[in-house]
Each structure stands twice: as structure tokens, then as C-alpha cells.
């Protein structure tokens, strides 16, 4: 069992001015708000109540003042904003509707469309290490970082893989195989 303990007179000093400031903000009239010694006789009120639903319901009633009957029958003053615009139902309608009705699956590729094989026209490696390979096709694919002990030479056959996250590998004759992207 956890124990609270009950806020202190400066606890409750902040609250009251924290609701009394805030007011205005909220839109509600000055002649509406509480003063300070009511809403600190309900706060103190309220504070002292054990079960947590109590008490979070006594504190719901205590920011819920009722205005005089003069001031109620006085006309509300306009928000210094202007009041949001409400969506359209149709627009409501769909919101986050994604998630409960999942869209048809997507049909499994071919086998074919997940792979090419082709001939290794040119090679060409840069200053840092990373080959740039140009295919028969005229395909032209770049490693995308330097793979120790992988071996290729104009006139090799090779396979393209495409990878389950949309990456592309490069796979040479004794099945060495490197990261690569296409770039023409």
C-alpha cells in the first residue's frame, strides 16, 4: 500500500494561483472565477480524502464553480481565437481505419523478378576500395563497402539477389557474394 501525503499550504497557495492566472486563458469570464478562498476551502477540502476516485472526483467538483445568477445571465464574451473547424464525418470516418480493415496481401514475387544473371562486361575499382561493376546488360552496379576476399573478373557469370528489405547482392562465381546498388 502506498502513502500520499497530503499537500502543503504552499502546495496548495501554487494550485490556487495556477487556476486563478490560468482562468481568463481558458476562456472563462473573470466574473466567473472562483475566488481564491473558495477554491482553497474545496482544494484543502479535497486533499484530504484517501480513496484516489473520491478525491479525483471532489477536485473535478471543485474547479466546476458555478457562475452567480447575474453573471449567468449575461452574454458569454467571444474566444479571442477562432473556434477550430470541424471535420467532415465522412473525414472522422476514416481516420486510423487502416488498422482495423488490412489491405489486401500483396501477391508473393516471381521467383525470376527476384534474381538476374548476367556477364561481367568492366570492372573498375576506386581510390577507397569499392568496385563499380558495369554488366552485359549494360547495368552498371557499386559495392557498397569493401568485402574481404571477394574476387571478380571481366567475363565472370553472376547472379543479382534482391534482398527482403529492397538491398541488392552480388553474388560471384564460388558463391562470394557482396552488397551492391545499382547507379545506372
Known sequence: ????????????????????????????????????????????????????????????????????ASVAAAPAEPPATEPAVAAPAAASEEFGREQVERPEPKPKPSPESQRLEAVVAAIDKRRDGLLTVTLDNEQVWRQKSVTPLFRLRVGDKVTLKKGRFGGYTLVAPGRKSTAVSRIE
Open 1 to 68: 500500500m502506498s502513502t500520499r501525503s497530503i499537500p502543503s499550504a504552499t502546495h496548495i497557495r501554487l494550485a490556487l494561483l495556477l487556476l486563478a492566472s490560468s482562468a481568463p486563458f481558458l476562456g472563462v469570464p473573470t466574473a466567473l472565477a472562483a475566488t481564491d478562498a473558495e477554491i482553497g476551502a474545496k482544494v484543502r477540502e479535497c486533499a484530504s480524502i484517501r480513496r484516489n476516485k473520491d478525491r479525483l472526483r471532489c477536485f473535478d467538483d471543485a474547479l466546476a464553480i458555478e457562475a452567480p
